[in-house]
């Protein structure tokens, strides 16, 4: 089996149904299997699946993502895992290209792509850094957005990297993650303490950790609609500012001086608070 693709879905069925299809399509030269878990949904997910994906797992409660990905993994047979968002449609030769870029570049552990949306716009999540105070402190006020393709106050989103261009980069997204299995086997699937949101950079992280590089591959895209099975509410905000400081928790604490700790720990929360602000003036 070269490829293992997992997909998480919770009631997505309208954004999983044309997913599956251009998977379907991209598969169709490759030894591949297709594993959806399917996280309680409500939507009639379930009966669909049940119908028409020849491999799924249903669990009786939303477990989140993470730990989703990963009953999705222990069940895989593939050579390279990829796990995919059920809100992306994917081009006909995605899989076969990344599979080569592995294969000419030992070094790679996982692999990315250039996301655009329904309108065609670059999705800036699709390469990003690791989270540092100053890469926090460009973003929070605006620096970023000012610079964007400066390598150091748009390093956020690695702005001073082409989105076109293949380049090895810290953090891949969630979205579409392609990984050596071996790797995995050494670094452990994703952390299940992320419920949603941080897993990626988690993981991303303890891929370089463990001397391997994270390749955002620019020639190959994908559209990614974003936002299938999230509302913008409190719970989103609680959830994704969670994860951040969970991966400061787990990465830095301890590793990094209390100074560089306590600028992230600030960004995070005051982030947090603006977001929180916004919500209630919406």
């Not at 895992?81 to 994917?90: A, E, M, S």
């Not at 913008?232 to 001086?257: C, D, E, P, Q, W």
């Amino acid at each position: 089996m070269e490829l293992s693709i997992i997909i998480v879905n919770y009631n997505s069925l309208q954004l999983l149904k044309p997913c599956l299809e251009s998977v379907q399509q991209a598969i169709e030269k490759l030894s591949a299997e297709i594993i959806v878990v399917d996280n309680n949904s409500t939507d009639g997910s379930r009966e669909f699946l049940e119908k028409k994906q020849p491999f799924a797992i249903f669990n009786n409660q939303n477990i989140g993502f993470a730990k989703a990905c990963n009953l999705g993994f222990h069940q895989s047979s593939g050579k390279y895992v990829l796990f995919l968002n059920p809100d992306t449609v994917v081009s006909k030769n995605c899989f076969q290209k990344s599979i080569s870029f592995f294969e000419s570049h030992h070094d790679a552990g996982a692999v990315g792509v250039r996301m655009i949306n329904e309108n065609g716009k670059f999705l800036k999540e699709s390469k990003r850094g690791f989270p540092s105070p100053a890469t926090s402190f460009y973003k929070l006020f605006g620096l970023s957005f000012l610079f964007p393709n400066s390598k150091i106050f748009a390093n956020y989103y690695l702005g001073h990297l082409p989105d076109m261009e293949n380049n090895p980069v810290d953090v891949l997204s969630g979205a579409f993650m392609m990984i050596r299995k071996e790797v995995l086997e050494k670094t452990g699937p994703f952390d299940e303490s992320f419920f949603m949101y941080g897993e990626d950079i988690d993981l991303s992280y303890r891929i370089v950790e463990a001397g391997y590089k994270n390749y955002y591959l620019g020639e190959i895209t994908i559209t990614h609609k974003k936002g299938g099975s999230t509302t913008y509410n409190y719970n989103y905000i609680k959830r994704f500012y969670g994860a951040m400081s969970l991966f400061v928790k787990k990465h830095y604490t301890g590793k990094r001086s209390p100074f560089f700790v306590f600028t992230l720990y600030a960004g995070i929360w005051f982030r947090k608070i603006i977001a929180v602000t916004g919500l209630l003036f919406r």
